[in-house]
């Protein structure tokens, strides 16, 4: 005995989402639906080893990915049947989902591909009628759909996102010729948006440059008022500078007093048995804060060991003043006879250390070699004035920084604005005159009853 087909009513009941579930009220024209009733298949992709060797198809993983974009030419490739080649093949509009790992659900829309296939940790999913694959992916970028994958991640003990669980997600579905002008819209206002990004992020990534050039003016005697003549000196081999005759060139051991020997390590469970509010420092600055103190007065601490004695991703050299604590993870030094603390400072942030550094995967700046450092020396009175000078330089640089930083914000408040207006159809794309989505998909649904 056959089995009974389902009439429209019924697979129309089951493709709606239940009103008491819809997460936000939306246009009359526009429906709640569960993403598998959008789409004509989701498929898990193709299990096999990549290989560098042209021996088949590109063969697309979830790390090929990356901000949107795939780089085909750097794509691996696979070997694999004739048969399953037909059924991994992508094509275009096809959108691939990731499905595990800290990417989960991230989506890219297969554009005009090169001869490919996708991986086990993708889901391809592959549009109906209903559903213009754009508007889709577009969707699979916004507040609602991340919201509910995110749902899914911590509900599970390993992240992912199976058939089952992205089938079962819940889509706001206009008429197809509003997903299309919505697509539009977004995508043109996004585009502006990234734009006007990419303009803060190079402003941003111009401030290392801009303060080197500070730096390197200061210790060459530019930031004084006063004109001198000049000689050449050859730092180290990384470093020559033209500095005024009158300066000169020592080596750190020659101007500053080393307190290493009051340093005191303390472990992390120890500190929470000390715990107040004198700072405790290591290598690149504050790490905790604790009840008594190693230091009083003015110093110079220079991170002695870590990554950023190579990477420098931070200030390698901070003052710190009053009561401190230090463990061994930073030198501590005093300049003599009453210079300036703060001209030291700034000046081993600008010298490169490679030249010092033992070791790559533990570098380490130890004590015999940071004596060895040349110091760019003029009178104290100098010293004074030019690190003021870049004091204040460096301040208006910070800010302006801040500045980029405030507006990166908002930019990404007005892109999730954007996002979420998109899907409720607020960005002024609803025509109430246009047909009901809910026309379309009985229209759709007519052809498994047949």
Request: hydrophobic fraction near 35%; charge should be negative; include cysteine.
């Amino acid at each position: 005995m056959s089995k009974k087909k389902k009439t429209i009513e019924e697979l129309l009941e089951e493709a709606l989402v239940p009103e008491e579930k819809q997460l936000y009220e939306i246009p009359e024209n526009w429906v709640w639906l569960s993403l598998k009733n959008s789409l004509n298949s989701i498929q898990y992709g193709y299990t096999e080893t990549s290989s560098l060797q042209v021996i088949g198809p590109k063969f697309l993983r979830i790390t090929d990915i990356q901000n949107d974009k795939v780089d085909w030419s750097a794509v691996p490739y696979c070997k694999i049947t004739e048969k399953e080649f037909e059924k991994y093949k992508l094509e275009d509009n096809d959108i691939v989902v990731a499905r595990t790992g800290a990417t989960t659900g991230k989506s890219y829309l297969i554009d005009k591909p090169p001869v490919s296939v996708f991986a086990s940790y993708l889901i391809r999913l592959r549009c109906n009628d209903i559903m213009f694959p754009r508007f889709l992916w577009e969707f699979m970028k916004s507040p609602v759909y991340w919201k509910q994958i995110t749902v899914v991640k911590k509900g599970s003990a390993q992240p992912g996102a199976n058939a089952q669980i992205l089938g079962n997600l819940s889509v706001p579905l206009p008429p197809l010729q509003e997903q299309k002008r919505i697509t539009e819209k977004v995508e043109g206002l996004l585009g502006k948006i990234e734009e006007a990004k990419q303009l803060i992020e190079e402003a941003k990534e111009t401030f290392e440059l801009r303060r080197a050039a500070i730096l390197e003016k200061a210790f060459s005697g530019e930031l004084l008022t006063s004109s001198f003549n000049k000689i050449t000196k050859k730092i180290n081999e990384q470093i020559t500078l033209e500095i005024p005759n009158h300066w000169e060139v020592k080596t750190l051991s020659d101007v500053v007093e080393n307190y290493n020997n009051q340093r005191i390590p303390v472990s992390q469970k120890k500190r929470e048995e000390m715990e107040g509010d004198i700072p405790y420092y290591g290598a690149t600055g504050i790490v905790d804060f604790v009840d008594g103190y190693t230091h009083e007065g003015e110093f110079v601490c220079i991170g002695e060991d870590g990554a950023n004695l190579l990477s420098r991703s931070k200030p390698q050299a901070f003052v710190i003043r009053g009561k401190s604590w230090v463990n061994n993870h930073a030198h501590v030094v005093k300049m003599n006879d009453n210079m300036c603390n703060n001209y030291l400072m700034h000046y081993i942030n600008f010298i490169p250390l490679n030249d010092y550094v033992t070791g790559t995967a533990q570098p380490k700046l130890n004590r015999k070699n940071l004596d060895k450092i040349p110091i760019v020396l003029p009178p104290v009175n100098e010293q004074f004035s030019i690190s003021q000078k870049i004091e204040d330089l460096l301040s208006k640089e910070i800010e302006m920084m801040n500045v980029c930083d405030s507006n990166l914000h908002g930019i990404d408040i007005i892109k999730q604005s954007i996002m979420n207006k998109a899907f409720r159809g607020e960005l002024g794309t609803n025509d109430p005159s246009e047909e009901n989505t809910i026309e379309l998909l009985k229209e759709v649904l007519q052809e498994q009853v047949k």
